[in-house]
T-cell receptor, first 111, second 115 residues
């Protein structure tokens, strides 16, 4: 079965500390992988997509096909990074929009 | 910039009643997706439409139906409501044009409470 696991429900760090939000997936084939973020009182929005290989707001995500992981990292967390983060592989062929969401990790960055 | 608009934002219904949720995609977006997020759950894909035709189906109950209209807005109809249908229903839209990045643009969600 296709599954996404984000093992940490809550990750609390101090400002300036490194952050790693873990994501493991089980899926046959090579899914496109996304991280979506939801800031307080805002709508769910795309943070980054694996294929673009961009760094957005200082975040990067490395795909490890051997470990089927797509962990999200940032070297120095900022208070404005506090939000709910969802790892979301895409089911089926590219650009279907059928995302499998993980359980989400709440990142809390303390001053 | 215009975003995905969902209405109503909140809806309270009794068991066995019917509810309809509406979604207005971003202008020039041709694809609409519906997701359901139960309390403490992750969002689950329900169904999607491309150019007014159903393009994909996920874990949508038979009691639910949806369609996309000629103006590209979509409606999710839910009948014989059950307590377990209480959830936040997200709509998202995307464009399949040449500049498509695969990004989904989400609405703020419609919260359905079934009593």
């Amino acid at each position: 079965a296709q599954r996404v696991t984000q093992p940490e429900k809550l990750l609390s760090v101090f400002k300036g500390a490194p952050v790693e939000l873990k994501c493991n997936y089980s899926y046959s084939g090579s899914p496109e992988l996304f991280w979506y973020v939801q800031y307080s009182r805002q709508r769910l929005q795309l943070l980054l997509r694996h294929i673009s290989r961009e760094s957005i707001k200082g975040f990067t995500a490395d795909l490890n096909k051997g470990e089927t992981s797509f962990h999200l990292k940032k070297p120095f967390a900022q208070e404005e990074d506090s939000a709910m983060y969802y790892c979301a592989p895409e089911m089926g062929s590219s650009n279907t929009g059928k995302l499998i969401f993980g359980q989400g990790t709440t990142l809390q960055v303390k001053p | 910039a215009a975003g995905v608009i969902q209405s109503p934002r909140h809806l309270i219904k009794e068991k066995r009643e019917t509810a309809t949720l509406k979604c207005y995609p971003i202008p020039r977006h041709d694809t609409v997706y519906w997701y359901q997020q139960g309390p403490g759950q992750d969002p689950q894909f329900l169904i999607s439409f491309y150019e007014k035709m159903q393009s994909d189906k996920g874990s949508i109950p038979d009691r639910f139906s949806a369609q996309q209209f000629s103006d590209y807005h979509s409606e999710l109809n839910m009948s014989s409501l059950e307590l377990g249908d209480s959830a936040l229903y997200f709509c998202a839209s995307s464009s399949t044009g040449w500049s498509n990045t695969g990004e989904l643009f989400f609405g703020e969600g419609s919260r359905l409470t079934v009593l």
